[in-house]
């Protein structure tokens, strides 16, 4: 082979290893990351797309990086942004009850008002139906309090919750949302839709890995828009019980973990679709803390293809395991 073809066959690869931070440990442990930085390369090498980012709670320090400013589809990780905007409103209401209370307002609607936008009921129809994840489509109850379906996101990704609340809320309001949060690569794009047509937004979401560890970050931190606000969606976001993949490194139960366990505490979020998997969250131990977003884009048309892809977002949770435990 010419050295010629052998120096631009080494020049593709290089350009496709993912180009990640690699941060040296505290004590002798040597370089941080390294299982979960040599798995994404060989990932990258195959064809996957890779983005990555993992910060420290405390400091903010980026501890590895893999073309974090990309804005790539993230699937269902832009329900978030719906989440953000239904506690904000629910804040925001009860804000005004307490401060109505302490403005001599009447003491009934002062009692009647908190509450009242978590409580307000909101109906299925038939346009809010699609399938796939969620259980609101299997239940037979028409309608459900508005933080239940809130609830109901966090918990399993409910696609007819989020149309119904999206439905409600509206994409402009969310959207609005994002940009006053600083967010300019992270977007929830449209309503779920079982099939996309030429007029309908290609995605359901996109976001960047940078903003979405440091979104996750600054809920944990009760940044996001009010710390009640902020409580309201970690509360939601701890009822995931997707932990496939990042998360399916901490050992920790997916039906109930928002308590700790083994010194260890979760809030998560995932997105799956075909060619896609994307999480983003907060994991602590006893040592540290980190926000972490992590999305693969891959050729989803054989198995060992995508198990190789989970297989790799697992390895880089038992990184983040060693360095929070």
Do not use: C
């Not at 008002?113 to 109850?141: C, F, K, Y």
């Not at 054989?302 to 949770?317: E, F, H, S």
């Amino acid at each position: 082979m010419p050295d010629s073809i052998r120096r631009r066959a080494r020049d593709e690869r290089d350009a496709a290893a993912p180009r990640g931070r690699r941060s040296v440990g505290d004590g002798s442990d040597g370089v941080i990351f390294r299982k979960g930085f040599a798995s994404l390369t060989e990932l990258a090498l195959s064809g996957v797309q890779v983005t990555a980012s993992v910060v420290d709670l405390e400091s903010g320090r980026v501890l590895f990086s893999v073309d974090d400013h990309l804005s790539v589809p993230t699937a269902s990780i832009g329900k978030v942004l719906l989440l953000i905007e239904v506690a904000a409103r629910i804040s925001a209401r009860d804000g005004r009850s307490r401060e109505a209370g302490r403005e001599g307002t009447s003491p009934r609607t002062a009692r009647a008002a908190p509450g009242a936008e978590a409580l307000s009921i909101l109906n299925r129809t038939a346009q809010d139906s699609v399938a796939d994840s969620g259980l609101w489509q299997h239940l037979q109850v028409p309608a459900l309090p508005l933080a239940d379906l809130a609830a109901l996101i966090g918990a399993t990704s409910d696609n007819l919750a989020t149309n119904v609340l999206l439905r409600r809320i509206g994409l402009d309001a969310v959207r609005a949302r994002a940009e006053s949060l600083g967010l300019r690569r992270t977007l929830l794009l449209d309503i779920v839709r079982e099939v996309r047509g030429p007029d309908d937004a290609p995605q359901l979401s996109v976001g960047s890995a940078r903003e979405l560890a440091g979104l996750f970050r600054r809920l944990q931190r009760g940044e996001i828009v009010d710390a009640t606000t902020s409580e309201l969606v970690v509360g939601w976001l701890g009822l995931g019980t997707d932990l496939s993949m990042v998360a399916g490194a901490f050992g920790l139960d997916p039906l109930a973990h928002l308590g700790e366990d083994h010194g260890i505490t979760l809030f998560n979020k995932t997105g799956t679709d075909a060619g896609i998997r994307s999480e983003a969250g907060v994991v602590q131990g006893p040592r540290a803390g980190v926000s972490y977003a992590v999305t693969m884009r891959f050729n989803d048309s054989t198995l060992p293809g995508r198990l190789a892809v989970l297989d790799g977002m697992r390895t880089l949770g038992t990184d983040l395991l060693e360095y929070i435990f």
